[in-house]
């Protein structure tokens, strides 16, 4: 089948990677040359584990294709996927200037039936939006179908290639027909493929990840709740989490959640309902409790260091917004860096895959370390804000002696509380690190 993806960012591009691995002949389209021309030379322009063998294989078998021109890439398609952007307006809703721009072009270039499909994460009513920008210049027949993507970062090839469920918004019998056809490779196994309405199809992207969302919100409320009680969070998080009612994912308390989607989407989410005139209370709260979270740290550090910041040298390892990847939108860290920075700290900082793109955000306001225990060095402090794994068991005598001051700030809650003070340090967390104080007062 001949497919077109437009838009080769972190959706896009795996999206067309991986529907080439299963044999079909994929032409992806963007305007941005460069990026373009460095694909089209085999250079990958994201992290994503187990993505690039994909992309150099399919490239070398001619499956996988660039290019900048429109109407060059849809030549021969019967699908065509929309991953583009929507960015959030000042206001919170999703701004839909991209894909409404392409499918006003597309209906100026089309000369045959074909499915549209929206992949990106749009408001509910964007595939009747689509329809009629397509239809301003091309009176042909087409369908345009909703289609969300359910893509981890970190494990998005696995994923794609072997998805929970695929969710498909379509009125059309003859869409669906290429829908099955399409995704039939993808689900041998038996999972699902959820055909509804485009409407319900929209809805149930946004739902999925506010609910999401809402869940690592309530267990950081848990978490501030135990530091007060002097309760451990970790067991509250595995006592709930084997009830098959709640299951035990998205429990883990921290500073915050971020990314490309989860504040987007409860962001848009609650523009749509404040549009149908309702108040979404809860996903008010959930953003509300994120924000707060991000900062969570800092006032532990402003009690260590008896309110003086200033002056402190501050290491951080973890930039990314979560491990195994190198997306740094509304990562925590950029949030703490920011906050330390105004209280008058240097800061030195570390990530295994971030490190080029937080230094195009903030150029010289930070210190870049080759390595985490470069990081470190005369630093009276570390701070801990992405769960790499390869911090989990770091070299601690090593830290002992780099760090001007044994203080530790896990905003992931990567160590073993006992075990990291009966070495020296002084070692707070999330949600469990009062505990041993209130059992000693006990």
């Known amino acids: 089948m001949k497919i077109t993806v437009v838009g080769t960012g972190y959706v896009g591009l795996v999206t067309g990677t991986c529907f080439a691995e299963t044999g079909n002949e ?33 490239l070398k078998e001619n499956r996988l294709s660039f290019t900048t021109d429109l109407k060059e890439g849809i030549k ?24 409404l721009g392409v499918a006003e072009d597309l209906g100026k270039i089309l000369k045959e039936y074909v499915v549209i499909i929206d992949k990106s994460t749009v408001p ?30 970190g494990v998005a090839v696995d994923d794609f290639m072997k998805p929970d469920r695929v969710i498909i918004g379509t009125s059309s019998e003859r ?14 196994s038996g999972n699902p493929v959820i055909f509804m309405d485009e409407r319900s199809a929209e809805l149930t992207k946004y739902a999925a990840n506010s609910f999401l969302a809402t869940k690592i919100s309530f267990m950081n409320e848990i978490a501030q709740l135990c530091e007060r009680l002097g309760a451990d969070v970790d067991m509250v998080r ?13 429990l883990f308390p921290g500073i ?52 003086g910041l200033k002056g402190k040298h501050i290491a951080i390892w973890g930039l990314a917004f979560k491990p195994n990847t190198d997306d740094i939108r509304e990562a925590p860290a950029l949030y703490v860096i920011d906050e330390l920075l105004s209280l008058g700290c240097t800061i030195s900082v570390f990530d295994p895959e971030a490190m080029g793109n937080v230094r195009n955000l903030l150029k010289d306001k930070v210190q870049y370390a080759e390595s985490q225990y470069e990081a470190i060095q005369g630093a009276d402090a570390l701070v801990i804000a992405t769960e790499w794994n390869e911090f989990r068991t770091p070299d601690f005598i090593k830290m002992v002696k780099g ?25 707070e967390c999330i949600g469990r690190g009062n505990v041993q104080k209130i059992n000693q007062q006990l």
Not at 79 to 93: K, M, N, R, Y
Not at 175 to 188: G, Q
Not at 403 to 427: P, Q, S, T, V, W
């Open 403 to 427: 760090m001007k001051n044994k203080a530790i700030f896990d905003g992931r809650n990567l160590f073993d509380m006992n075990a990291i003070k009966e070495l020296g340090f002084h070692y």
């Open 76 to 99: 021969g398609a019967r699908i065509i996927f929309l991953a583009l952007p929507t960015p959030p307006g000042e206001d919170g809703s999703a701004d839909l200037k991209y894909i």
């Open 26 to 58: 994929v032409v992806c389209v963007d305007i941005d040359k460069s990026k373009i021309a460095r694909l089209s030379n085999g250079e990958i322009t994201i992290y994503e584990p187990g993505l690039e063998k994909l992309f150099i294989r399919n």
């Open 256 to 307: 915050g959640y971020g990314g490309s989607c989860f504040p987007k989407d409860v962001q848009a989410l609650v523009k749509s309902a404040k549009e149908a005139d309702y108040d979404f209370s809860i996903l008010n709260a959930v953003m509300k409790v994120n924000e707060n979270q991000k900062k969570h740290l800092i006032p532990k550090m402003q009690r260590y260091f008896n309110e």
């Open 175 to 188: 869409a669906k027909k290429v829908m099955n056809e399409l995704y039939a490779p993808f689900v041998r």
């Open 124 to 153: 509910v009513g964007t595939a009747e939006k689509v329809h009629a920008a397509v239809a301003k210049n091309y009176s042909g027949e087409f369908d345009v179908v909703s289609n969300p993507e359910f893509l981890r970062e």
């Open 238 to 250: 595995l006592g709930i989490g084997s009830d098959e009612r709640i299951g035990k994912r998205f």
